[in-house]
């Protein structure tokens, strides 16, 4: 499967983003998708996962209540909506599938990042 993100820039801190990621390829097989970032100089880390059917959802301490993950299986796309932002949420944020129910790391599949930059 290929994935495509999207939506990312640069915002003010307290401001709010979308990103989006299409998947294309393998769409018969049900995937549950993640969203991770990469600040410079740090590893990545997981942000955001959810079920293939949407029901579930995890997310990483530091952007509950602010970043809200969805997903629209018709368009086979996800999205994570960014409220809040801080300046320490700048990174490279990235989307992944996996063949698991829910999955928060070891993804198998990834797309190329998108740019976030939160200015302070």
């Known amino acids: 499967v290929q994935l495509q993100a999207s939506g990312g820039g640069l915002v003010q801190a307290g401001g709010s983003l979308r990103l989006s990621c299409t998947a294309s390829g393998r769409s018969r097989i049900r995937y549950s998708m993640g969203w991770f970032r990469q600040a410079p100089g740090k590893e990545r880390e997981f942000v955001a996962a959810?079920?293939?059917?949407?029901?579930?959802?995890s997310y990483a301490d530091s952007v509950k209540g602010r970043f809200t993950i969805s997903r629209d299986n018709a368009k086979t796309a996800v999205y994570l909506q960014m409220n809040s932002l801080k300046p320490e949420d700048t990174a490279v944020y990235y989307c992944?599938?996996?063949?698991?129910?829910?999955?928060?790391?070891?993804?198998?599949?990834w797309g190329k990042g998108t740019q976030v930059t939160v200015s302070s």
């Open positions: 959810i079920s293939w059917a949407g029901e579930t959802t």
């Open positions: 992944a599938a996996d063949r698991r129910y829910i999955a928060t790391m070891n993804m198998e599949y």
